[in-house]
């Protein structure tokens, strides 16, 4: 049954390692609990909550709902818990540490990996986005994307970022195909992006729990409302269904916060 479930999550669109964590979750519940029942089924929550931050345990709920609709069984479906959401952004780089990242890899001749940051920062793209862009795209000057629904969401690649990258192209001879590949030629990696940059910022004196993928997207959304304070334009770039999802990019870091406060109280 489980291998059903999966192969019907992929008729669904979903990345490979969300259909390895619903599996994941549904195998952990039979083992465990057993028959499917309300009672078995309230039972796993209440341990997902002594035992998990709410946001994973909405994920783990997730899973189990999409199997439950799966075995046709949607009447036993469980609600979310409510997620606290914190007041300040976490472990996301700075402005002036992306910029000296940058000034780093370009001195050091890295570009490809130059280019893998600025287009995280620069288009505020997911990781499993960034991997999707192809040449042809550069020339065209966005990406499309297909959602939910069919909902169309543009990633663009701003007029500078698309000129540098124009160049690097014609200085290595790459005129078609996926923009970022690994030495071998295949198109790199999210784990592989990942594991790279934490080296990279350890080598050049980074704190590596701000260097990772999706820190540089939370930077794009800070930057964008820095120098233009249109929130429903960013939620819409960022490719959010809420654009209360969007606002926690007008809360401040908690290192900003630190800031602020060892330069305002001074009583």
């Known amino acids: 049954m489980i291998e059903q479930f999966a192969r019907a999550l992929r008729l669904s669109d979903l990345s490979d390692n969300t259909i390895a964590s619903y599996c994941k979750a549904v195998e952990y519940f039979h083992r465990q609990y057993g028959e499917i029942t309300k009672k078995n089924l309230l039972s796993y929550k209440g341990w997902l909550v002594e035992n998990y931050k709410a946001k994973t345990v909405n994920l783990r709920l997730q899973a189990l709902n999409r199997y439950l609709d799966f075995i046709k069984k949607p009447n036993l479906k469980m609600r979310f818990i409510k997620v606290q959401q914190e007041n300040f952004l976490e472990n996301v780089i700075s402005d002036a540490d992306y910029r000296f990242f940058c000034r780093k890899l370009k001195s050091e001749n890295r570009l490809n990996w130059y280019f893998v940051v600025r287009y995280l920062c620069a288009t505020g793209a997911r990781i499993s986005e960034l991997l999707q862009i192809k040449v042809e795209h550069v020339e065209a000057g966005y990406l499309d994307l297909y959602g939910k629904g069919g909902k169309l969401r543009r990633i663009y690649i701003p007029k500078r970022l698309k000129e540098e990258t124009d160049a690097w192209l014609t200085e290595n001879g790459h005129s078609s195909g996926y923009l970022f590949r ?12 990942g594991y790279q940059l934490k080296i990279l ?20 959304a800070k930057n964008f409302l820095a120098k233009f304070n249109d929130i429903a334009l960013l939620a819409d770039l960022m490719g959010h269904e809420s654009i209360e999802t969007t606002r926690i990019y007008l809360r401040r870091t908690a290192t900003e916060q630190r800031e602020l406060i060892d330069r305002i109280v001074t009583w």
């Open 182 to 193: 690994n030495r071998f030629g295949s198109r790199i990696t999210a784990r592989g992006v």
């Open 201 to 220: 910022a350890a080598e050049y004196g980074l704190d590596p729990k701000v260097v990772y993928p999706h820190s540089f997207r939370h930077r794009f």
